[in-house]
T-cell receptor, first 111, second 113 residues
Framework: GNSVTQMEGPVTLSEEAFLTINCTYT??????LFWYVQYPGEGLQLLLK?????DKGSNKGFEATYRKETTSFHLEKGSVQVSDSAVYFC??????????FGKGTTLSVSS | NAGVTQTPKFRILKIGQSMTLQCTQD?????MYWYRQDPGMGLKLIYY???????DKGEVPNGYNVSRSTTEDFPLRLELAAPSQTSVYFC????????????FGDGTRLSIL
């Protein structure tokens, strides 16, 4: 079946450091891929998405590129801020089915 | 814009009690979902609905029931609460066109003691 694997956390960075959170997936066909962010005490918010191979999703300085050849959708940001501290979830959906989530990666940014 | 609204935000139940978690959305979305989030485990799908009068089981439906009498509302019922149901519950909704993203409520934190 379909699945999503994210790098284990927590990820601890200093402000202005470069961020990469790895995400790989298993799916037949061409799923749509998403990154969601969850700030403490809140629900999940869509951060960015990509619906076909080689698409790049971007938002708030975060980027992720849909790589069909490596079945990956890694999240990157060039310079993180303390306010980026949150839990990040990679997810996929296919043919309108429910989202399948990775286990989440906790990011902690210190000043 | 209200989006997806969940009530209550917090609840403590005793083993064997029952309760209903409420979820309502004002975006006229056909698709609605219930997830539970356990620490370090991501989100697991409990039930979902593709429209009023239609519901189906997800990955972890045991111990829960749902109904969908209107487009707006999708309540989740726990009939006999058990400690294993201690979790954070999220409701979500989306348009039924293509792979549109899901919109989430703020969650209900439920403890069963």
């Amino acid at each position: 079946g379909n699945s999503v694997t994210q790098m284990e956390g927590p990820v601890t960075l200093s402000e202005e450091a470069f961020l990469t959170i790895n995400c790989t997936y298993t799916a037949t066909g061409y799923p749509s891929l998403f990154w969601y962010v969850q700030y403490p005490g809140e629900g999940l918010q869509l951060l960015l998405k990509a619906t076909k191979a080689d698409d790049k999703g971007s938002n708030k300085g975060f980027e992720a590129t849909y790589r069909k050849e490596t079945t990956s959708f890694h999240l990157e940001k060039g310079s993180v801020q303390v306010s980026d501290s949150a839990v990040y979830f990679c997810a996929l959906t296919q043919a309108g089915t429910a989202l399948i989530f990775g286990k989440g990666t906790t990011l902690s940014v210190s000043s | 814009n209200a989006g997806v609204t969940q009530t209550p935000k917090f609840r403590i139940l005793k083993i064997g009690q029952s309760m209903t978690l409420q979820c309502t959305q004002d975006m006229n979305h056909n698709y609605m979902y219930w997830y539970r989030q356990d620490p370090g485990m991501g989100l697991k799908l409990i039930y979902y609905s593709v429209g009023a009068g239609i519901t189906d089981k997800g990955e972890v439906p045991n111990g829960y029931n749902v109904s969908r009498s209107t487009t707006e509302d999708f309540p989740l019922r726990l009939e006999l609460a058990a400690p294993s149901q201690t979790s954070v519950y999220f409701c979500a909704s989306r348009f039924d066109q293509g792979n549109q993203p899901q919109h989430f409520g703020d969650g209900t934190r439920l403890s069963i003691l």
